[in-house]
């Protein structure tokens, strides 16, 4: 029976088998293509690029760009991408890839996705094309693999208007050559005001205050003094604590009032030569000595004086012109005297 069914009476048209030498090679070549298929084709399976994106759709040059690609790989796999090479291309700038995990109920069972972020800036328009990117991943049995994207394209345009002209580059600054005339004529202004200046604060500094005149113009040296040292206590500088420059105007206020007084030229001569000096006059010389060494002690020593002790010199200065000071008559006497002598 058998033999029937395979019999060519039964068959008349028996189907073509292959012959023996046909059947070997197929049973060759078949293992062969099955072990040359390359280890893209499980990662194709295992791993997808679902999408890309560019962030902004409207690149312009220099503007922050994003390129987005969502991935989808078997749960069991570790994933790792490798930076984006743009470092050959020079008008293109890359940083760092973000990888984010993207939750949702869509995915399939056994699947994950991720969105990596690859930051870029372009600085010439046109269209470019970014270098395949190598994605490589781990599998729990150990095995490693790799696969690479596409070489994606982006198109960036000018930051200009359209109809507008080119941008031109950037030129120095201009410089204008120097005007030596005007620089010299302002330093030269500048020497004189200095100097204007300077010599003015000189002059007023050095040039004491002659109460001989204002004698001449019927004021006595007392009354001078007297109107100094209230102008002296209108500052009140005890109360600020300014001490060195109220005994300083006091011992000069006195000096002024002792070199018109007595014709002695106080204020060019030291404590001890003034004090030398009035020693041939009628002076309460011991209350002038403990005034101007009361007086140095602050300017010179720094001695910190009390507010009573500053106040004293005020009043010690007013008792020292009290008992000193000269009448009209005594001082018209004087002059009439030394009129007589130079005859």
């Given amino acids: 029976m058998c033999l029937r069914l395979f019999s060519r ?7 073509d088998l292959p012959s023996f030498p046909s ?9 062969i293509l099955f072990l040359a298929v390359p280890e893209a084709v499980f990662a194709q399976e295992a791993i997808r690029i679902l999408s890309h994106r560019f962030d902004p759709d409207d690149i312009t040059i220099g503007t922050p760009v994003q390129l987005r690609l969502q991935i989808e790989a078997d749960e069991s796999l570790h994933i790792y991408l490798d930076p984006m090479t743009v470092s050959e291309q020079e008008h293109l700038e890359g940083d760092k890839p973000q990888v984010k995990h993207i939750r949702s109920e869509d995915v399939p069972i056994g699947k994950v996705r991720y969105e990596a ?3 870029l800036r372009a600085f010439t328009t046109g269209t470019h094309t970014l270098p395949p990117i190598t994605i490589k991943y781990t599998g729990a049995d150990g095995d490693t693999g790799s696969i690479q994207t596409p070489a994606y394209l982006f198109e960036v345009r000018s930051v200009k208007s359209p109809g507008t002209t080119e941008l031109k580059g950037i030129k120095g600054p ?12 302002v330093v030269l202004l500048l020497i004189i005001i200095v100097g204007a200046v300077g010599l003015l604060y000189l002059r007023k500094r050095a040039k004491p205050v002659d109460l001989q005149s204002e004698v001449v113009s019927q004021r ?3 009354e001078i003094a007297y109107e100094r040292l209230g102008w002296i206590e209108g500052m009140n500088w005890i109360a600020q604590g300014k001490m060195k420059v109220y005994h300083t105007e006091i011992s000069h206020v006195l000096r002024q009032y002792i070199a018109a007084r007595y014709h002695i030229p106080a204020l ?3 404590t001890e030569e003034l004090l030398d000096r009035l020693q041939t006059e009628d002076t309460p ?6 005034f101007f060494t009361n007086c140095d002690l602050v300017k010179f020593a720094r001695y910190g004086p009390t507010k009573p002790e500053a ?7 007013r008792r020292i012109v009290d008992e000193t000071k000269q009448s009209r008559i005594g001082q018209e006497r004087e002059q009439e005297g030394k009129i007589d002598e130079n005859l």
Avoid: C, D, G, K
């Avoid at 009476?9 to 189907?15: A, I, M, Q, V």
């Avoid at 201009?174 to 004529?185: D, K």
């Fill in 9 to 15: 009476s039964s068959h008349p048209n028996p189907p």
């Fill in 23 to 31: 059947f070997l090679l197929w049973l060759i070549v078949v293992p």
């Fill in 117 to 119: 972020i690859y930051p």
């Fill in 174 to 185: 201009w410089s204008a050559p120097p005007n030596w005339f005007l620089y010299i004529s």
């Fill in 220 to 222: 006595q040296p007392h």
């Fill in 268 to 270: 060019e001569l030291t």
């Fill in 285 to 290: 010389r011991e209350r002038v000595q403990q």
């Fill in 311 to 317: 106040h004293e010199r005020m009043e010690e200065a």
